[in-house]
Structure formats: structure tokens, C-alpha cells
């Protein structure tokens, strides 16, 4: 999908502008504990017996789509108002939603474990923490036409990926094809940013990297005759969180039950949407007209048992899989500082929690 190739892109501009705005003495820049009329909390208290509404801002990671489908179902049937909560749900600027969050212009927003990887290891860590997995398991994977298929990364060997141009997504094609037995060498790499399941046919190029949930879905949608596989079934180590739900460090120190209301609410939102797929798709086409329904209504159906899959709750990261992954990036010299143990998130605001 291409939200990922923009999620890479972001993330090194992101680096570039979070470390200019930086203090004069290298520190972080600090982060808005909220404190602008727009952004920040409204007073907790209640007024008589009317409770005053906390404002937040939530920034998305790309243009809608089913990963999201949950806030939008909160915002719709009331969940966020019913926690005393008014959320503004906007898109994200150039250079990221994680530089948004952490410049404290929006308290929460949605990324990516992996892309999210090189600002977490610097001396001078992104301001932000992963507080849920909005999909339990990685559906990102390889994807070429049935009448030119790719089967498994080994039949990479001679065919030509379109690539878009990045270390970490370059590594990890060239990891399964090593895995599946095959040779990386034997892989020919072009950029293609244009590069789509849908441009496939009569292009230079015979496999691309999508999520299944949105590409793979459209493309069935669409009557394309396509081949596909995970990469998490290759090398479990590329299990990881995609997408997540990310917060302003300093807003969770100063908020923590305004965080634990948001989650709430986004919780069931994505509790309905997994209970009324067909309900839930309506609810993001009201929101976002300009998608193709019937690619919304199956993505929702396929992604309905893939929010909580078989975590034990809502939202859970499990930190095996969280440092196995960064572990691996720093093997694989794709950063240049280890990130530490259990870094980077936390379970301890979800309503599924507990000690």
C-alpha cells in the first residue's frame, strides 16, 4: 500500500525537522503539554451538572482507510462524547504525523513500528510512545499477477521488484528470498513510485510490497488475478506493529486518564466495527466519500477478526515481538544506535490492562 512508501518518506524528513527544532543545547525540543486554546484539555471538572469537553487532536497516518476505521466509528456514534471528549481528526502534514505528536500539536496520532524504528534510536529519542496495535499482525507482504506469479520469495530469483528506494524495505525482501532458499542477488531492483498492482500488466516489473487489507482486497474487488504472501510467514521477526496508535510523551505524564478515556472510545469503536463490518464501512464512507465503497466494505470484512486476532485484548503489543524486531534492525546495521529493551511502548493506558 502506499501509505507505507509516504510513512518512510515522512519519517526521514521528520528526522531532519524534529532535530532542528531541537533546544539550543541538543536537548529535545520539549512538547506542548497542551496548553494552546485549540489543542489543549479542557478543564476535568464538571460545571453543575454539565461535564466541560477535553479537546484532542488526532492525526491520521495517511488518507482514511480501514486501519482507521475504529476513531471514525467512535467519532460517529458518540464513544469519544460519551468519555467527555471532542476529538478533531485531521491528515497528516509533510513531514509525519510523529512529528506532530511530538511537537505537541496533536495528543495522539496513527504509525508504524518499523518506520517509526530510526527516530527511537538516537541519542535524543522522538517524544512519543506506541500506546496500541490497531491490527494484531502484519498483513504487509509481496504481490505479483497470477499469469506472472510470484508463489514464495525464492521465485524473486530473475524477476524485477519495484522498489521504493529504502533501506529497511529493501532488507527485508532481500531476508525472505534468503530464508525461502533463494538468492537476493538474483533479485533486479528498480524504483517505482508509481508502482501498483494495477499498473502490473505490461510494466518492468513483476512484484510489489502492499497490505493485503486494502491493495490485495482492491485488487480481488477489481477482478485482478494476483499472487500473494506475508512476510511474517517467512520470518517471524517481521511480525511487528503495523499500524499503531501513538501519543505526545508529555501529554500521557500529564493526562494519563484522558488517555485511558481516548482509548476507550477507540476501543469501541473498533470492538463495533469487528461486530458490524458492513455497519462500520458505511460510517467511513459517510466520513470519506471519496473512497470506493465496495473496496471498504470488503477490507472491513477481512479486517473485522484481524484488530484482536488471537491478542488477549484490544490494542496489546507484545514486547517480544516489539524488541525482536528492533533487534533485528540493529543486526542488520539499519540503525545506528540499539534501541532498548521494551522501548518505544506501553500497554498501560489500554482498558484490556492489567498488571
Known amino acids: 500500500m502506499t501509505k507505507k512508501k509516504l510513512g518512510y518518506l515522512l519519517m526521514a ?20 503539554s497542551g496548553e494552546s486554546e485549540s489543542q489543549s ?16 487532536t488526532f492525526v491520521l497516518d ?42 505537541g500539536n496533536a495528543q495522539f496520532g496513527v504509525d508504524y513500528q518499523d518506520t517509526i524504528g530510526p527516530a527511537f534510536a538516537r541519542e535524543n529519542p522522538l517524544p512519543v ?28 530469483e530473475g524477476k524485477t521488484y519495484a522498489s521504493w528506494g529504502l533501506p529497511i524495505e529493501q532488507a527485508m525482501v532481500k531476508d525472505v528470498i534468503k530464508k525461502d532458499g533463494g538468492d ?18 505490461g510494466s518492468d516489473y513483476q512484484a510489489i510490497w502492499v497490505f493485503y487489507a486494502w491493495d490485495g482486497i482492491a485488487a480481488k474487488v477489481k477482478n485482478i488475478d494476483s499472487v500473494y504472501f506475508p512476510f511474517r510467514d517467512f520470518n517471524e521477526t517481521f511480525d511487528y506493529y503495523t499500524p499503531t496508535l501513538i501519543a505526545n510523551n508529555d501529554y500521557l505524564k500529564e493526562h494519563p486518564e484522558i488517555a485511558k478515556a481516548f482509548l476507550r472510545a477507540v476501543e469501541k469503536g473498533y470492538k463495533y466495527a469487528i461486530e458490524n463490518p458492513e455497519k462500520a464501512a458505511e460510517i467511513l464512507v459517510e466520513a470519506a466519500p471519496e473512497l470506493d465503497k465496495d473496496v471498504v ?33 540493529y543486526q542488520e546495521k539499519l ?21
Open 184 to 201: 537476493p542477488d538474483k533479485l533486479n531492483i528498480i524504483t517505482g513510485n508509481a508502482a501498483s498492482i494495477f499498473s502490473m500488466e
Open 297 to 329: 466494505v470488503e477490507s472491513q470484512k477481512y479486517l473485522a477478526d484481524k484488530y484482536i486476532d488471537d491478542a488477549p485484548y484490544w490494542g496489546q503489543i507484545d514486547k517480544d515481538r516489539w524488541n525482536r524486531f528492533y533487534t533485528w534492525l
Open 41 to 56: 484539555s479542557q478543564s476535568e471538572e464538571t460545571s453543575g451538572e454539565e461535564k466541560e469537553m477535553t479537546k484532542l
Open 129 to 156: 510512545t506506541n500506546i496500541a496495535a490497531l491490527i494484531q499482525h502484519n498483513t504487509s507482504g509481496l504481490i505479483s499477477l497470477k499469469e506472472n506469479p510470484v508463489n514464495q520469495p525464492k521465485d524473486l
Open 335 to 355: 540503525i545506528d544506535k540499539e534501541i532498548p529493551a521494551d522501548f518505544g511502548f506501553t500497554n498501560e493506558y489500554l482498558p484490556g490492562f492489567q498488571k
Open 13 to 32: 524528513l521528520l528526522l531532519v525537522v524534529f532535530t532542528a527544532c531541537g533546544s539550543k543545547d541538543g536537548q529535545e525540543a520539549p512538547a506542548s
Open 62 to 103: 495517511y488518507t482514511p482507510n480501514t486501519n482507521h476505521t475504529g476513531i471514525y466509528v467512535a467519532q460517529k456514534l458518540g464513544y469519544f462524547k460519551d468519555e467527555g471528549l471532542e476529538v478533531d481528526i485531521i491528515q497528516p502534514p509533510e513531514d509525519g504525523a510523529p512529528a506532530l505528536v511530538a511537537a
